[in-house]
């Protein structure tokens, strides 16, 4: 059997193969490196330039805790280093509007697998050009950095939405959520500014770990708890306020009422509240019982106090 | 069941057919103090079972009314169980709901009780006490009632972000016909001064910065579709001029639901004419965002919107000496009359074609809706479509073929062939 001269080899060699060495000198190999990162967006610019100082083009760039095994090439740890990512951000807004950077950021928070590379693609490009390339969108890594951006900035929106707060008997709101992207460092901002006079507590339990606001600033937090069923998010009885019930329910008959049963449409409603939310939305839950004598003598307690102290005001 | 449970539910019940939800159109923060804010963006913290944005606490403060008018179901005639919160009532439950992240602010309205003055009156308390009293910086949307006086209706603008009266039927004569005790003259005067009003605001703010705010997210209302007989262009004229002449933030369009049955209106069994609905929204949008005129969505000739396709794409096959449209050099202008191609995407092409020529790829990857762009784009002057002699009505049936999801509502019976 003739096998034509032009067919491909069945295997491409991975690794680059060394020109044979004529009289001419030969190119130097390009060694290609795996750097691996500590997982925050600083070791990531830090990263960048360590590639930009040691002019070494990575073929991967990876979070160390989930790092996969490497055959070829050379693996390369960075420390973080606070002084070079500051020097990559300076340059990032050198050549590009104010806001690109956070949108870095954002795109990196989203933890898709490869952000790494496109945003490492995106600063090179950026520094290369003398125009500012954000709005290049024939380019496939400033459309990506632009449509994760969207996917996030929706997730966020959601989150400002769907975040339920219960009140604890000590008076600190507190709500679970499980969002798609790691989105609450970019939580604390608009409920900072939404609720100065109150302690709030926003936990992600996908992640486990929470942002804690004490009216002077938001810290975070590691819940270390058994008073929260993760898979309602519900406060357990004690520790939370005697109010919480009655409002809980008002807000659910609320849900109801103002629904208008003619234009039932559920096909839109689950393309606006996707079901995966539903777990933590309060109007989502099971109704509260008032059959049960308990329940019913604490919300009559709970509505005859809200009574009164209206009365009074 | 609780007291205060029943009252919501019969409040709450009532108010539902102002479709308004909107937290939009205003900015401001609380310095660092009190309770709440707002974004500029509004938020829908829940979406009921139709579908509809819940954004604010919507309810009437009551429900009795000495008004009879048709199409309304808290009319007076009609035997329902009547309500009436306290003002402390609606206080507390707004400043519970917003506290835990349910909400973005109350919207209040009523029936109206004993005269307009009396009932406005209380609304104006109501706001005033949560701004003052407790401090409270969320969206408060309060509803002008027709005939009241205009020192509460400025008062009502200090402190409310939005303010709104409803027109409901889009003709004087079916006014008359439908609520006999309400007249345009009482609807338009108040959102006449209102307007005045918040023009002067503006300028005055623009010279002294600390000057007060005057509902800084404007006037909005609401028009009833489906319970006379306007045609959409007559309907979208009114609103058009809304716009134009009133300045108003947002018209609102609600098809009609019947909720009583009564000779002058369409039987209790009719469905609401979602889609006709459907329909008046796009055409808004396209009035509001994309710089068309209603002769334009709907002309002389043509007073009703087609319902089978988009009004953007029905006036495309209306005026096809407007296209093609060159990618790569048209006025953003001219590319936003493009069907398929909205605001975000139109904006994207104008930035994105300084860098590089735009081929039909680089479109839909950036989200443009291609399959019906096609035939009216070309891209370094070649037709996107490849369909030079395609005619209006041969486009109609392929963009029809591609895009049939609201077909099904029209078949009704299935024919047995």
């Known amino acids: ?313 | 069941m609780l007291r205060i449970q029943e009252k919501l539910q019969i409040l709450a019940d009532a108010a539902k057919y102002d479709v308004s939800c909107s937290s939009s159109g205003v900015k401001k923060s609380n310095g660092g103090k009190g309770l709440g804010n707002s974004d500029g963006m509004g938020i829908c913290h829940s979406y009921t079972e139709d579908g509809r944005c819940v954004s604010l606490l919507k309810v009437l403060l009551t429900n009795h009314c000495i008004f009879d008018c048709a199409y309304c179901v808290s009319r007076k005639s009609n035997d329902i169980p009547r309500a009436a919160f306290t003002v402390n009532e609606v206080v507390e439950l707004t400043i519970n709901f917003y506290r835990r992240n349910y909400i973005e602010g109350l919207f209040l309205s009523s029936g109206i009780f004993k005269n307009a003055d009396y009932t406005m009156e209380r609304l104006v308390r109501i706001a005033k006490l949560l701004r003052t009293e407790h401090n409270f910086h969320g969206y408060i949307h309060l509803k002008t009632i027709p005939g009241a006086s205009p020192e509460l209706l400025l008062e009502a603008g200090l402190y409310a972000d939005r303010l709104s009266v409803n027109i409901e039927l889009p003709s004087e004569k079916s006014l008359q016909h439908l609520a006999p005790e309400k007249n345009y003259k009482e609807i338009f005067e108040p959102m006449n001064f209102l307007s005045t009003k918040l023009i002067s605001s503006k300028e005055e703010r623009k010279i002294f910065k600390k000057a007060p705010k005057f509902a800084a997210a404007g006037q909005s209302t609401q028009l009833i579709v489906g319970a006379s007989p306007e045609s959409d262009r007559q309907i979208l004229k009114l609103a058009g001029g809304l716009y134009s002449e009133q300045r108003l933030k947002r018209v609102y369009y609600s098809g009609y639901i019947p909720v009583m049955s009564d000779t002058r209106l369409p039987s209790l069994t009719s469905l609401p004419p979602l889609l006709r609905e459907n329909r008046m929204y796009q055409a808004d949008w396209l009035m509001r965002f994309y710089g068309f005129a209603v002769d334009e969505i709907a002309p002389e000739n043509v007073p009703f919107l087609d319902t089978e396709l988009d009004p953007k794409m029905a006036y495309a096959l209306r005026n096809p000496a407007m296209f093609p449209v060159e990618i790569n050099t048209a006025d953003y202008e001219l590319i936003l009359r493009v069907p398929g191609i909205g605001v975000k995407s139109a904006k994207m092409i104008v930035a994105a074609r300084k860098h590089a020529f735009l081929t039909l790829e680089n479109l839909k990857k950036m989200g443009v809706a291609t399959n019906r762009a096609q035939y009216f784009i070309t891209c370094k002057g070649v037709l996107a479509s490849q369909m030079p002699n395609a005619k209006p009505e041969q486009i109609r049936q392929l963009v029809m073929s591609n895009h049939n999801k609201h077909q099904k509502k029209h078949t009704g019976q299935l024919s047995l062939f």
Request: net charge positive; proline share 4%.
């Open chain 1, 1 to 313: 059997m003739v096998t034509p001269n032009n067919q491909l080899p069945l295997f491409t060699p991975v690794s680059p193969v060394r020109q044979n060495a004529g009289s001419y000198a030969p190119k130097p190999y390009k060694q290609q490196f795996l750097f691996l990162y500590d997982g925050t967006f600083n070791g990531l610019l830090t990263t960048i330039f360590e590639i930009y100082e040691r002019k070494a083009e990575p073929l991967r760039i990876e979070a160390a805790h989930k790092n996969q095994p490497f055959l070829f090439g050379q693996c390369l740890s960075v420390e973080t280093n606070l002084d070079k990512a500051q020097r990559v951000m300076l340059g990032i807004e050198k050549k590009t509007s104010q806001g690109a950077l956070h949108s870095l950021y954002k795109a990196f928070l989203a933890e898709q697998p490869g952000i790494e590379m496109i945003i490492y693609r995106w600063v090179k490009y950026a520094m290369a050009s003398n125009m500012n390339i954000e709005t290049n969108f024939t380019n496939d890594d400033v459309l990506r950095i632009k449509q994760i951006n969207k996917q996030i900035s929706r997730e966020v929106h959601r989150m400002h939405a769907f975040v339920r707060f219960q009140r604890t008997a000590d008076n600190i709101y507190f709500a679970t959520v499980s969002p798609d992207f790691d989105v609450l460092p970019l939580l604390a901002d608009h409920f900072e500014r939404r609720y100065p006079d109150q302690q709030w507590v926003i936990y992600d339990t996908k992640r486990k770990k929470g942002i804690y606001f004490n009216m002077t600033e938001t810290l975070d937090i590691e819940l270390e708890t058994t008073s929260v069923a993760m898979n309602s998010g519900t406060l357990d009885e004690e520790i939370t306020h005697e109010e919480e019930q009655l409002f809980k329910l008002l807000w659910q008959n609320y849900f109801v009422a103002t629904n208008i049963t003619e234009r039932k449409n559920m096909k839109l409603h689950i393309k606006h509240v996707p079901k995966r939310y539903w777990k933590y939305l309060s109007e989502k839950q099971p109704e509260i019982n008032l059959n049960t004598a308990q329940t019913q003598h604490s919300l009559m307690g709970a509505q005859a106090r809200y009574l009164n102290t209206k009365k009074a005001a």
